[in-house]
């Protein structure tokens, strides 16, 4: 009797092992997204020195208090801070005669479009914070020897990168 | 006592033999079985588009590149039931704390090839398929199970998940998140 009991014990195990054995399997994949935020920069004016006087030594246009100053909007993300930078000198080529002058330029920002209480940018780069409609105004000044300066046109370029902070 | 002695040994030897002839037969029919195997892997990851921050529903549709495909390898007469987990949310993949709200969908084409146009769509996030669906007609015999003598042969099944996201006004940089898929033979 013994026997018989393990044979159905045996019995019963083999029959669970075979039709009880579910196969079950899984797989996982990955979703994916890339984020990046709004930045750009319109020109609203270009920088306009106006007519130059022989007689000047140093041509001086202030970013916040001349009219000729070169106006730059920067839109974004509303209240994010942004870092800007901006070459604070560099060499005009004039195309003629390939002689060059040296530019220095000064920078003033204001989160309304106000110049005459923007502030200058001490640092470069510096941080800003674009107002609640995302928005910053930069006016770009300059500064240049007028001594020995051959008449000529002058070309170069002016560089300012933002990028959030 | 003759009569005694002979009854134990003619139930003795009648258990023995009934217990050997029986023993013998179930544990062949039995020891044979050979299990059918189910195998299921990521053919795809699913990649939405670079979007802007702050710009609102983004899809991937059926049939979309950036679709995620899982292809599901099992016998051709069985049926799976397939399960999806997937996140609430898209995380980010640095340190901000930002996410991205995300709906996945799925579908099914169990006609043995990766063809999307014969994707089926599947409402929620389960759904029960055989592995190759059948031809058109009247249904056939029981499939024959797997042994020793008859490995039913296979074919896959091919899941397509695709989906939504919101982007709201986040933080830039990568998002992400896994979806799981579960799936054994019903």
């Not at chain 1, 390939?98 to 989160?111: A, D, E, I, P, Q």
């Not at chain 1, 923007?118 to 674009?130: C, H, Q």
């Not at chain 1, 007028?146 to 046109?153: D, E, R, W, Y």
């Not at chain 2, 003795?12 to 050979?34: A, E, M, N, P, R």
Request: net charge negative.
């Amino acid at each position: 009797m013994k026997l018989f009991n393990f044979t159905l014990l045996l019995l019963t195990l083999l029959i669970n092992s075979g039709f009880a054995q579910k196969q079950q399997t899984e797989a996982t994949t990955r979703v994916e997204a890339v984020v990046i935020e709004y930045l750009e920069m319109i020109t609203l004016a270009d920088i306009d020195v106006g007519t130059i006087i022989p007689s000047q030594d140093i041509l001086r246009l202030n970013p916040r208090t001349d009219s000729g100053a070169g106006i730059i909007k920067v839109q974004g993300r509303p209240n994010s801070k942004v870092q800007v930078s901006f070459s604070s000198q560099i060499e005009m080529v004039n195309v003629a005669t390939s002689s060059t002058l040296t530019v220095t330029y000064r920078v003033s920002g204001n989160k309304d479009n106000d110049q005459s209480v923007s502030d200058i940018l001490t640092t470069n780069p510096e941080i800003i914070k674009l107002n609640d409609i995302g928005e910053y105004y930069l006016w770009i000044g300059c500064e240049f020897s007028m001594a020995n300066l051959v008449s000529g046109q002058y070309d170069g370029d002016f560089v300012i990168d933002v990028d959030y902070n | 006592m003759k009569r005694f002695k002979f009854s134990k040994k003619l139930i003795f030897l009648l258990l023995t033999l009934g217990v050997l002839c029986q023993g013998y037969g179930q544990t062949i029919q039995f020891s044979l079985h050979v299990s059918s195997t189910l195998d299921a892997t990521n053919e795809n990851d699913m990649a939405f588009e670079t979007i802007l921050s702050g710009s609102g529903l983004a899809e991937i549709n059926l049939g979309d590149a950036g679709m995620g495909v899982f292809g599901i390898t099992g016998d051709n007469d069985l049926d799976v039931i397939v399960t999806m987990t997937a996140p609430a949310n898209l995380a980010h993949d640095g340190a901000s704390m930002d996410v991205i709200p995300f709906t996945l969908k799925f579908a099914y084409a169990n006609k043995g090839v990766n063809d999307v146009n014969q994707a089926i769509e599947v409402a929620g996030t389960s759904a029960r398929f055989q592995i190759r669906q059948r031809e058109s007609g009247p249904a056939g015999a029981p499939p024959t199970p797997p042994s020793a003598f008859h490995t039913p042969s296979q074919s896959t099944a091919y899941i397509y998940i695709y989906g939504s996201m919101n982007v709201g006004s986040i933080d830039a940089g990568s998002y992400s998140g896994n979806v799981d898929l579960s799936v054994i033979y019903d």
